[in-house]
C-alpha cells in the first residue's frame, strides 16, 4: 500500500461516534499524547501555533460534564431549558476515556487574521480525527451545548479573541460505524484553465 492508499483509506474511514456508543474501555495516556503531538504538527502561519487543548481524563470527564450542564442550567432562559438536553450534557461523558476541549488562542501578530488562526487550529483537531480512527478510537467532535455561550470563556480564562472549537469525546465502540456518504465532489467543485 502506498502512501497515498493509506491516507486516503483513513480519511475515508474516519466517521464521527456519538458518546451514547462508547464502551467505558479506557484510552493509555500515551496515545492521547500521541495524538496531541499529531496536533501540534497542523499548518499555521507564520509558526503561530494557535491551538490549545484542555484534557479531562478519569473522574474529570464526568465532573467536567456536569459543570457544563450546570452552566446550561443556569444560563438558559426557561423557556429554552429542556430537562432532556440537561441530562444529555450531564451524561454525554459517562462512558467516555478522555474529553478533549480545544480552542484557537489568539497572537498579538496583526498580520495574521483570528480566520487563519482558527483554521489552524481545526486543522489540528482534523489531524486528532485522523490519529485517533488509525489508532482504532472513536471520537466526536461537538460543538454544541454551551460551547458558544460566553460563560464558557470565562470557564477556561480565554481572552476576548479567544475561540472555542469544540469538545472531542473519545473512547472506544463495540460496534462497527457506518459506511460514509459522500456527494460527487464535481458538484463542489469549479475547474479553471
Known amino acids: 500500500m502506498n502512501k497515498f492508499t493509506a491516507v486516503q483509506e483513513t480519511v475515508i474511514r474516519r466517521r464521527s461516534v456519538k458518546p451514547t456508543v462508547l464502551n467505558g474501555k479506557k484510552i493509555d495516556d500515551l496515545q492521547i499524547r ?32 456536569h459543570e457544563h450542564a450546570e ?19 450531564r451524561h454525554n461523558g459517562d462512558k467516555a476515556s478522555h474529553l478533549i476541549v480545544v480552542y484557537m488562542k489568539r497572537g498579538n501578530n496583526p498580520n495574521i487574521t483570528a480566520l487563519e488562526e482558527i483554521c489552524a487550529a481545526a486543522a489540528a483537531v482534523e489531524n486528532i480525527l485522523l490519529g485517533a480512527e488509525a489508532l482504532g478510537i472513536a471520537v466526536l467532535w461537538s460543538t454544541g451545548g454551551m460551547l458558544l455561550h460566553p460563560v464558557m470563556k470565562d470557564y477556561f480564562e480565554l481572552g476576548n479573541e479567544d475561540v472555542l472549537l469544540g469538545m472531542l469525546y473519545m473512547g472506544y465502540a463495540d460496534e462497527p460505524v457506518n459506511a460514509g456518504k459522500r456527494g460527487p465532489v464535481e458538484e463542489k467543485t469549479s475547474w479553471h484553465r
Open 34 to 65: 500521541q495524538l496531541l503531538d499529531l496536533a501540534n504538527w497542523a499548518p499555521t502561519h507564520a509558526n503561530t501555533e494557535p491551538w490549545r487543548f484542555v484534557v479531562y481524563s478519569g473522574n474529570a470527564v464526568q465532573r467536567f460534564c
Open 71 to 89: 452552566l446550561y442550567r443556569q444560563y438558559t432562559a426557561p423557556d429554552k431549558f429542556t430537562p432532556a438536553k440537561y441530562e444529555k450534557q
